[in-house]
């Protein structure tokens, strides 16, 4: 396991949040036998893109987005404005 230690030199296109979770899910698929994973993320870490990489690798994630890293959501999900109008708690998922 890598610990962070500062910028990297080789800058990558992925977000920094994403790299971190991708590399945390390729440890417990080598260690872990169990295939029924859910995981669970505030909203520095979790992001569109990352939600639909754990959702090709048959893993569940929960959490909350920040608006400017819901990208591509809209086409699956309510728009922001939908959500806000409805009750405390509402929420929208698939």
Do not use: W
């Not at 754990?54 to 893993?59: A, R, T």
Request: with cysteine.
């Amino acid at each position: 396991m890598n610990t962070y230690q500062g910028k990297e030199i080789h800058s990558s296109k992925v977000p920094f949040s994403t790299r971190v979770i991708s590399n945390m899910v390729n440890i417990i698929q080598e260690n872990c036998s169990t295939t029924r994973l859910t995981f669970y993320f505030d909203n520095f870490f979790n992001n569109y893109d990352l939600l639909v990489m754990l959702f090709e690798l048959k893993m569940r994630a929960i959490g909350t987005i920040r608006p400017y890293r819901s990208n591509g959501a809209g086409a699956v999900m309510l728009p922001d404005k939908q959500l806000i109008e409805q009750k405390r708690g509402a929420f929208d998922f698939r």
